[in-house]
């Protein structure tokens, strides 16, 4: 399985992006996928996740109302939405697969077993 996020750059506090992450070599419909973050100097932490169905969605309470996680099993594509960019959402944004889960998802970033690379977004003030 190989993920591809992209989508990344430098913004201004208040302006949106759009993340992608592409999903090779495996069904990608079946499973739970997630976006976690880390930023400099600090451990990774859980963003959003969503069911293979796209019909549950989880997200971290420092993103909600501001982020959205989407997917497109047709395009084998994963998305996060970001909107209202604050200096402190600065970080590197990793997308991830739960092959374990399909009908729920973790917020536990041991519970994804495969990786992006990792995206990078910085939030100027």
């Known amino acids: 399985v190989q993920l591809q996020a992209s989508g990344g750059g430098l913004v201004q506090a208040g302006d949106s992006l759009r993340l992608s992450c592409v999903v090779s070599?495996?069904?990608?419909?079946?499973?739970?996928m997630g976006w976690f973050r880390q930023a400099p100097g600090k451990e990774r932490e859980f963003v959003s996740a969503i069911t293979w169905s796209g019909g549950t969605t989880y997200s971290a309470d420092s993103v909600k109302g501001r982020f959205t996680i989407s997917r497109d099993n047709a395009k084998n594509t994963l998305y996060l939405q970001m909107n209202s960019l604050e200096p402190e959402d600065t970080a590197v944004y990793y997308c991830?697969?739960?092959?374990?889960?399909?009908?729920?998802?973790?917020?536990?970033?041991?519970?994804?077993?495969?990786w992006g690379q990792g995206t990078l977004v910085t939030v100027s003030s």
């Open positions: 070599g495996r069904t990608f419909s079946r499973y739970s």
């Open positions: 991830a697969v739960d092959t374990a889960r399909w009908s729920w998802a973790s917020l536990s970033e041991y519970e994804y077993d495969y």
